[in-house]
C-alpha cells in the first residue's frame, strides 16, 4: 500500500514539473486559415461576360428563318366621299334639227328641267339628258337640271350654218358641198304651193335637176317635196337621192320671205338621214 502511494506521488511532481515547463516557453499563434472564392466560370462565345457594375438581362434570340418577324395589322382605309354628279360632258354642239345627249354620271333619282330654252327641247331618261335643236339660235344656251337638292348644268352650243353666197344652192351638211351646181333656175306658184326648179344646164335640163314644191310656209316650218333626177353621188357611188320622187318632207326655216327680201331658205332631214340647207329666191 505503501508503495502505491508512492508512485502516486512521483507522478504528480513530474506532471507538475512539466506544466512548469510549458508555461515559461513562448508561444507561436498558428494562423487562421482564410476560404478563398471559388473562381468565377469564364463566358462562353454565346454569353457575353457580365459587368458586375450593371447586369444586363440576356438578349432575345433573333427570330429564326421559319419564324419571321410579326409585322403589325393594317390600319383599315379611311371612308371615301361618294363621288360627285356631273354630266360626263360639260359642253356639247348640235345642229338645226339634229339632237344631241349627256349623261349626268353618278346620279341617281329624278332629274327635271328648270326653266326652258327657245328653240330647244329637253327630254330626260333616268340619268341622261337628250336635247333637239327645233330653231335656228345659234350659240351657246346653258339649260338647267335640278336632281334632289342640287342643280346641274349643261351648254349647249348651236352650230352656225355655213355662209353661202348666191340666191339659189342646195347644199350638204354634212359634206358642205353642194348637190347640184344650179346654174338655171325656174319659179312658179299657184294655189298656195310655190315650185322652185335648178338645173345644172338649161340645154338638157330634164338630165340632172331638183324641183321643191313648197307649202304652208309659216315662221318656224314649212311642207314641201321634190322631185329629182340625175343627182351625182357625194360619197360613195350612189346618187344623192334615190329616186324621183320625195314626198311629206318638212324643213325648219332659217329665213322667211318679207317685205324687204323674197329669199327663203331652210335645213331639212331627206331619205337616208342627208341633211340640207336650201336657199332659193321666191320671186316670180
Request: proline share 13%.
Given at each position: 500500500m505503501n508503495k502505491i502511494l508512492r508512485m502516486l506521488f512521483v507522478f504528480g511532481m513530474l506532471s507538475l514539473a512539466l506544466g512548469a515547463c510549458k508555461k515559461n516557453d513562448p508561444v507561436t499563434p498558428t494562423p487562421d486559415?482564410?476560404?478563398?472564392?471559388?473562381?468565377?466560370?469564364?463566358?462562353?462565345?454565346?454569353?457575353?461576360?457580365?459587368?458586375?457594375?450593371?447586369?444586363?438581362?440576356?438578349?432575345?434570340?433573333?427570330?429564326?428563318?421559319d419564324q419571321p418577324k410579326p409585322q403589325p395589322a393594317p390600319e383599315p382605309p379611311a371612308p371615301q366621299p361618294a363621288p360627285e354628279a356631273r354630266?360626263?360632258?360639260?359642253?356639247?354642239?348640235?345642229?338645226?334639227?339634229?339632237?344631241?345627249?349627256?349623261?349626268?354620271?353618278?346620279?341617281?333619282?329624278?332629274?327635271?328641267?328648270?326653266?326652258?330654252?327657245e328653240g330647244f327641247t329637253a327630254s330626260i331618261k333616268e340619268n341622261v339628258v337628250t336635247i333637239t335643236a327645233e330653231a335656228y339660235h345659234p350659240?351657246?344656251?346653258?339649260?338647267?337640271?335640278?336632281?334632289?337638292?342640287?342643280?346641274?348644268?349643261?351648254?349647249?352650243?348651236?352650230?352656225?350654218?355655213?355662209?353661202?353666197p348666191g340666191d339659189y344652192a342646195v347644199y350638204d351638211l354634212d359634206t358642205k358641198k353642194p348637190i347640184l351646181d344650179a346654174k338655171y333656175h325656174r319659179?312658179?306658184?299657184?294655189?298656195?304651193?310655190?315650185?322652185?326648179?335648178?338645173?345644172?344646164?338649161?340645154?338638157?335640163?330634164a338630165s340632172e335637176f331638183i324641183q321643191f314644191s313648197i307649202s304652208q310656209v309659216t315662221e318656224k316650218n314649212l311642207n314641201f317635196?321634190?322631185?329629182?333626177?340625175?343627182?351625182?353621188?357625194?360619197?360613195?357611188?350612189?346618187?344623192?337621192?334615190?329616186?324621183?320622187w320625195h314626198n311629206g318632207l318638212k324643213g325648219i326655216v332659217i329665213?322667211?320671205?318679207?317685205?324687204?327680201?323674197t329669199i327663203l331658205s331652210f335645213v331639212s332631214t331627206v331619205a337616208e338621214g342627208k341633211q340640207i340647207y336650201v336657199i332659193m329666191d321666191t320671186k316670180k
Amino acid at each position: 500500500m505503501n508503495k502505491i502511494l508512492r508512485m502516486l506521488f512521483v507522478f504528480g511532481m513530474l506532471s507538475l514539473a512539466l506544466g512548469a515547463c510549458k508555461k515559461n516557453d513562448p508561444v507561436t499563434p498558428t494562423p487562421d486559415p482564410k476560404i478563398k472564392p471559388a473562381p468565377k466560370p469564364a463566358p462562353t462565345p454565346d454569353q457575353p461576360k457580365p459587368s458586375p457594375e450593371d447586369p444586363k438581362p440576356a438578349p432575345k434570340p433573333a427570330p429564326t428563318p421559319d419564324q419571321p418577324k410579326p409585322q403589325p395589322a393594317p390600319e383599315p382605309p379611311a371612308p371615301q366621299p361618294a363621288p360627285e354628279a356631273r354630266f360626263n360632258q360639260s359642253e356639247v354642239s348640235v345642229r338645226i334639227g339634229k339632237s344631241v345627249s349627256a349623261t349626268l354620271e353618278n346620279f341617281t333619282g329624278t332629274l327635271t328641267q328648270v326653266g326652258q330654252e327657245e328653240g330647244f327641247t329637253a327630254s330626260i331618261k333616268e340619268n341622261v339628258v337628250t336635247i333637239t335643236a327645233e330653231a335656228y339660235h345659234p350659240g351657246k344656251h346653258v339649260f338647267t337640271f335640278k336632281g334632289g337638292d342640287k342643280s346641274y348644268q349643261l351648254t349647249v352650243n348651236l352650230e352656225k350654218l355655213p355662209e353661202i353666197p348666191g340666191d339659189y344652192a342646195v347644199y350638204d351638211l354634212d359634206t358642205k358641198k353642194p348637190i347640184l351646181d344650179a346654174k338655171y333656175h325656174r319659179n312658179s306658184s299657184a294655189n298656195g304651193v310655190i315650185t322652185i326648179s335648178l338645173y345644172a344646164n338649161k340645154e338638157n335640163a330634164a338630165s340632172e335637176f331638183i324641183q321643191f314644191s313648197i307649202s304652208q310656209v309659216t315662221e318656224k316650218n314649212l311642207n314641201f317635196s321634190i322631185t329629182c333626177a340625175g343627182l351625182k353621188p357625194l360619197v360613195g357611188s350612189d346618187p344623192y337621192l334615190p329616186g324621183p320622187w320625195h314626198n311629206g318632207l318638212k324643213g325648219i326655216v332659217i329665213k322667211k320671205p318679207n317685205d324687204q327680201s323674197t329669199i327663203l331658205s331652210f335645213v331639212s332631214t331627206v331619205a337616208e338621214g342627208k341633211q340640207i340647207y336650201v336657199i332659193m329666191d321666191t320671186k316670180k
